[in-house]
């Protein structure tokens, strides 16, 4: 069993920056990948930007060059630079736990992040 903590959520003017940090936890905890995902509405569930254990990260598109993912153990931090109203989302803390041949997936509670402009 795999819990994830989010922090980091807030409103921000548009240009402005934020941080998302979410930390694993658990028993004999082993975590292949973890990343963030983001739900704005009226859209589905998208893919922010993930990384691996051997710090193999990918970000969509849309966030490239704004947003850095790194990653501390079990700690996965998001580096939000020059946010765009568009970015307004909830965004949801994501890991990936596989054990032997069976892939374990974790969501957090998800914090909301608000851009004006």
């Known amino acids: 069993q795999v819990q994830l903590a989010e922090s980091g959520g807030g409103l921000v003017q548009s240009g402005g920056s934020l941080r998302l940090s979410c930390a694993a936890s658990g028993n004999r905890l082993s975590i292949n990948a973890m990343g963030w995902y983001r739900q704005a509405p009226g859209k589905q569930r998208e893919l922010v930007a993930t990384i691996t254990t051997g710090a193999s990260t990918n970000y969509a598109d849309s966030v490239k060059g704004r947003f850095t993912i790194s990653r501390d153990k079990n700690t996965v931090d998001l580096q939000m630079n020059s946010l765009k109203p568009e970015d307004t989302a909830v965004y949801y803390c994501?890991?990936?736990?596989?054990?032997?041949?069976?892939?374990?997936?974790?969501w957090g509670q998800g914090t909301q992040v608000t851009v004006s402009s």
């Open positions: 994501h890991a990936d736990r596989i054990i032997l041949s069976t892939t374990f997936t974790y």
